[in-house]
């Protein structure tokens, strides 16, 4: 019985979620901003946001728009928790790193990680493991209810590290012809590491159709189109309410504030749809199953 109970204690009780999509624009980095805000508000939980994206927009929003001017961020954690590289880097732990906000905390992206791929090239460990090792060794996710990861506008190997590592994603879109082409692209890799067998496939929680404007005729087709793509492909095609084009999203990012500092009846919409999201997430980390 004391096994069991030990084995329960080290089990860890944080999540990983992610929003992926290799396509920039698609809203990724707001919808991570926000629901990271969402999921914090709810139940006063502990969320720690992770910038995979070396062009650090993320990083931007959480740090209120201030530089961070630090020498070292998510990359050297990553390349320090790698034996084989340790010895050729300047040391760097999570505390030196983590910036710590009022409502998340942060693990801030660099351009360094943009050659991310090229400096991890010739270890002999599994090169798409590095994230979730990093994970699992630094115990984040007895630490924090929620991991939220936003991703870079690639399919590469940082991708594959993010899905490898990640327990729940989402999936902004747009409602276009290139982003059908695209969502194809990157199940076509959620595949590829199912039939690897090297992590457990993340759970789809939620497609997110955004910056949609109805009043274009071809838009409203396109989604469809998706919608049906969606329902060809999954069972369950789990697309949320559509994000219109809303004029206060580009302000909020503007002030580097999340929506739930504003108000208004824009603001209570855009609110309602992100505290929508994060209940998903919550139902589904309390019941431990797939949606
Ligand atoms: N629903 C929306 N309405 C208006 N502007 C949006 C909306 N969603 C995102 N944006 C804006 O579109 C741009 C791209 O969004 P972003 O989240 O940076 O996409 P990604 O991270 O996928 O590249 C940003 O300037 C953002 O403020
Ligand atoms: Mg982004």
Known sequence: ?????????????????????????????????????????????????????????????????????????????????????????TPSVFTDIVVRGETIDLLPSGEELSGFELSVAGISSPRQLILKRFLEKSNILNFYDYVVIDGPPTLGLLVVNILCATDGLLVPFRPDEFSRKGLGHLYGVLENIEDMGIAETPTILAHIPNLVDYRRKQEGQDLEKILGDLKEQFDVPKVVDPFYNRASLVKSQAEKKSVFEFKGKEFDKLQGQFRHIAGLIETWKEEGKSL
């Open 1 to 89: 019985m004391g096994l069991f109970f030990n084995k329960d204690k080290s089990k860890p009780k944080g999540k990983v979620i992610s929003l992926l999509n290799q396509k920039g624009g698609v809203g990724k980095t707001t919808m991570a901003f926000n629901i990271a805000h969402a999921l914090a508000k709810q139940g006063e939980k502990r969320v720690l946001c992770i910038d995979m994206d070396p062009q650090a927009n993320l990083s931007l929003l959480c740090s209120g728009g201030v530089s961070l001017e630090k020498d070292n961020n998510i990359f050297h954690l990553l390349i320090n928790s790698i034996r084989e590289l340790k010895a050729l880097h």
